[in-house]
């Protein structure tokens, strides 16, 4: 029985050590890479052998308040996607990736993007950052972990999503906010309202792009990724 078990582990040791291998990424920049489902729990040796590896957060180099709201929300090990993107996104590369439901992309993105801004800016006129959602749930939900993740930061964040008064979130926008989660239909709905040198234009100054879904979006003839 003893034997078996040890066999199994050994099993599950190579399966885990095979997400660690370096993948090419395409290089004609249409392609997209798929990393799959996220990784089961490691427990046992697998995660003895993990924290030897040095794959946890804590070797990304996070800032402390960063890793202590990763730590807060119970995560330990990064999932298959984190561990490929998270690197390469830190070291200021574009990336294209794919993954399912639960595989941890959300967390991949988000968490370059807070270290990179990190402290809100007094001087930028604007967000720095914009998250693209395909719909208002996603965009809520997005904006709720991103609120979690940036909970010891200074960060200020706004949500602009259809269903909501245009008026109230002119509001969240005059605040001065670090980074705008959004649809593509309300944001764009925005930037028609507002001229892009008006001081409560904070939609214009974005440094970070990011799109949870391939989507293209068309407006009084500007084009919006």
Known sequence: ???KREAEENANLSDDEGDDLEMAFPSD???VVDFGTAAPPLTGRRKKLAKKKGTGFEAMDLHPNLFQAIKRKGYQIPTPIQRKTLPLALAG???VAMARTGSGKTAAFLLPMLQKLFEHSQT???AR?????PSRELALQTFKFTRE???YTNL???VLVGGESMEGQFEQLATNPDILVATPGRLMHHLSEVRSDAPS???HSARYCLSLAPLFCKSNGNNFP
């Open 156 to 158: 200020r964040l706004a």
């Open 124 to 126: 930028a006129g604007g």
């Open 93 to 95: 590369h574009d990336i």
């Open 1 to 3: 029985m003893g034997k």
């Open 29 to 31: 920049g249409g392609g």
């Open 201 to 203: 234009s904070a939609c």
């Open 149 to 151: 993740l940036s909970k």
């Open 129 to 133: 950052g914009v998250v693209l959602s």
